[in-house]
């Protein structure tokens, strides 16, 4: 699977959009990227994922690169329970999550 | 019920203890996961079963024993562990889908102290 590349840590205001990136630029063809987040002491949490095009649920928008090298997390409208552990994903298969360090992000009153 | 339940919460056992974690899912999920995560550490992937089966094996020390006796059930047997396994054990499951793109659902997971 594909490794991936996120800042260590992001500050974003409360009320404001909180945009995440993360790179993947060896990812292949049949590999997914998913965004999963890790609220303190609980469990990881799905956010997202999304294969070539941009996908949008209740929680966040994921915007990834015309060549899928790299992709963005938006939360539109970040609340103080938006901070948390963000970990970018890539894998072919769902089963095999391999978790890299994650950007903790920070939402600021 | 989208809820993956993890007992205990918390556990403490000496070197010598036999224990075991259990994890329970409602959700007719045929994939079921334990990790294991370390103190400021991602989530480290330990085992799957798909369909009940061991699938997959993350080289894991023998003193951590998984089974998984029904589809809604998972728990993982330890015994002899080590100080350093103390960690938080993770459990999570998903459906199985070919060529991937589902969600894990992940419990709250259990914190392990070995002394």
């Known amino acids: 699977d594909a490794k991936t590349t996120q800042p260590t840590s992001m500050d974003c205001a409360e009320g404001r959009a909180a945009n995440l990136p993360c790179n993947h630029s060896?990812?292949?063809?049949?590999?997914?990227v998913y965004w999963y987040r890790q609220i303190h002491s609980q469990g990881p949490q799905y956010i997202i994922h999304?294969?070539?095009n941009n996908e949008t649920n209740e929680m966040a928008s994921l915007i990834i690169t015309e060549d899928r090298k790299s992709s963005t997390l938006i939360l539109p409208h970040a609340t103080l329970r938006d901070t948390a552990v963000y970990y970018c994903?890539?894998?072919?298969?769902?089963?095999?999550?391999?978790f890299g360090q994650g950007t903790r992000l920070t939402i600021n009153p | 019920d989208t809820e993956v339940t993890q007992t205990p919460k918390h556990l403490v056992m000496g070197m010598t203890n036999k224990k075991s974690l259990k994890c329970e899912q409602h959700?007719?999920?045929?994939?079921m996961y334990w990790y294991k995560q370390k103190a400021k550490k991602p989530p480290e992937l330990m085992f799957v079963y798909s369909y009940e089966k061991l699938s997959i094996n993350e080289s894991v020390p023998s003193r951590f024993s998984p089974e998984c006796p029904n589809s809604s059930l998972l728990n993982l047997h330890l015994h002899a562990l080590q100080p350093e396994d103390s960690a938080l054990y993770l459990c999570a499951s998903s459906p199985v889908v070919a060529g991937g793109g589902y969600e894990q659902y992940f419990g709250p997971g259990t914190r392990l102290t070995v002394t």
């Open positions: 994903i890539v894998s072919q298969g769902a089963q095999k999550l391999v």
């Open positions: 060896t990812i292949s063809g049949n590999e997914y």
């Open positions: 999304g294969l070539k």
């Open positions: 959700m007719g999920h045929r994939a």
